[in-house]
């Protein structure tokens, strides 16, 4: 099991930025960013293969936000979503998720994830 404490949430107007950070307190294998609006079902923003670092993203975040992942010592990493270009529709609560366990990469998928953070909200205005 690992901890994870996100960050870097705000309100932003749109066509703004904003970098959303998540400390991971041990091994992740894979690491992905969710998120879900009221009413809404929570979905995949992006995620990462930790150990090469492949990505993807869903289609609607696509070419303005990148996820990247910072490999520190003692197997901790720090987990980041650079988010540009802000969309009314980026509204929503943003959850940090970590796969521990096998060599599989979790993807979007939120089954293929145990861990999970608190959340940072995300406030766009038009």
């Known amino acids: 099991q690992v901890q994870l404490v996100e960050s870097g949430g705000g309100s932003v107007q749109a066509g703004g930025s904003l970098k959303l950070s998540c400390a991971a307190s041990?091994?992740?294998?894979?690491m992905a960013w969710f998120r879900q609006a009221p009413g809404k079902e929570r979905e995949g923003v992006a995620s990462?293969?930790?150990?090469?670092?492949?990505?993807?993203?869903?289609p609607s975040v696509k070419g303005r936000f990148t996820i990247s992942q910072d490999n520190a010592k003692n197997a901790k990493s720090t987990l980041y979503l650079q988010m540009n270009g802000i969309r009314p529709e980026d509204t929503g609560m943003y959850y940090c998720?970590?796969?521990?366990?096998?060599?599989?990469?979790?993807?979007?998928?939120?089954?293929?994830?145990?861990?999970w953070g608190q959340g940072t909200q995300v406030t766009v205005s038009s």
């Open positions: 998720a970590a796969r521990t366990y096998g060599s599989s990469f979790g993807g979007q998928d939120p089954s293929a994830y145990r861990d």
């Open positions: 041990g091994y992740t294998s894979s």
């Open positions: 990462i293969f930790s150990r090469t670092g492949y990505t993807v993203y869903a």
